[in-house]
């Protein structure tokens, strides 16, 4: 499984962005999760929000509660992070993720997933 995720970019405080994730390859691979995580200069990985690849059933972060959803499109083999009001400290790369397994509502460490998209930079000024 390839991943690409895209729509980062440089907006100010309180604007919008949506993040795309789309999947790829030769080789069918069932996934059923997908997942955002971001990472702040000199910071960890942090969970963002995940999606049940078949179900649908979300999770997100509680620092971006509110502000971001997350959703997918099945026939396309895109997740989605629609981000609102965004705030400065959420500059980051943005990263999107897979698993073949999924563990329910609640947050997830990033060794939870085996696959990986190269990140997209999300910079938000005040």
């Known amino acids: 499984v390839q991943l690409q995720a895209s729509g980062g970019g440089l907006v100010q405080a309180g604007d919008s962005l949506r993040l795309s994730c789309a999947a790829s390859?030769?080789?069918?691979?069932?996934?059923?999760?997908m997942g955002w995580f971001r990472q702040a200069p000199g910071k960890e990985r942090e969970f963002v929000a995940a999606i049940s690849w078949t179900v649908g059933s979300t999770s997100v972060a509680d620092s971006v509660k509110g502000r971001f959803t997350v959703s997918r499109d099945m026939t396309k083999k895109t997740m989605y992070l629609q981000m609102n009001s965004l705030k400065p400290e959420d500059t980051a790369i943005y990263y999107c993720?897979?698993?073949?397994?999924?563990?329910?509502?609640?947050?997830?460490?990033?060794?939870?997933?085996?696959?990986w998209g190269q990140g997209t930079q999300v910079t938000v000024s005040s």
């Open positions: 390859g030769r080789t069918f691979i069932r996934y059923a999760m």
């Open positions: 993720a897979a698993s073949v397994h999924y563990g329910g509502t609640r947050n997830y460490q990033d060794n939870e997933f085996d696959y």
